[in-house]
């Protein structure tokens, strides 16, 4: 009986994550379109490919585990503040928006996917919990590639309100 609670915890989990994956694909859509930089452009739709396959990996999973994907938790699953920057888009400041939400939102992923691996693993579900170490890997590249970029944020920032330093 608690080995079912804790399968269901664990579709719980995957669930969560795979509305995060859905909510991140929006994300990264509203980013790709606000951002003009080629090199940041390629570097946002190498990772929507790369969320793509997430939120499919994690979809595999729900179905094995016999849930659907219902778009029920979609709305609710990330703050408003991670979807789009609301009411930063106006003052032009894109680049350093678009790098701090962004940064923030794999952080997000990283967290969930390290607790989903764990989880997974004390529910003795192997496959789930390579996903999760899957997908945890392409977050934790992508965090790096913002904190590369930091300085080049800065000057497209600048460029964007007319100030060259
Ligand atoms: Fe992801
Ligand atoms: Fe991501």
Redesign the pocket.
Known sequence: MADDKLHEKLADYAEDAHAM?QN?LKMLDSMISTTDDPQVREMIEHHKG??EE?EQRLRERLEAMGRGTSTRKQAQAVGAALLKGVGDQARGDKAGKNARDGYMAEHL?IAAYQLLERLAQKAGDTETAEVARQ?RA??EEMARRIDASWDRTLELTLEENGLRV
Request: overall charge negative.
């Open positions: 994956e991140d790369e969320t997430h992923e997908n392409d977050e």
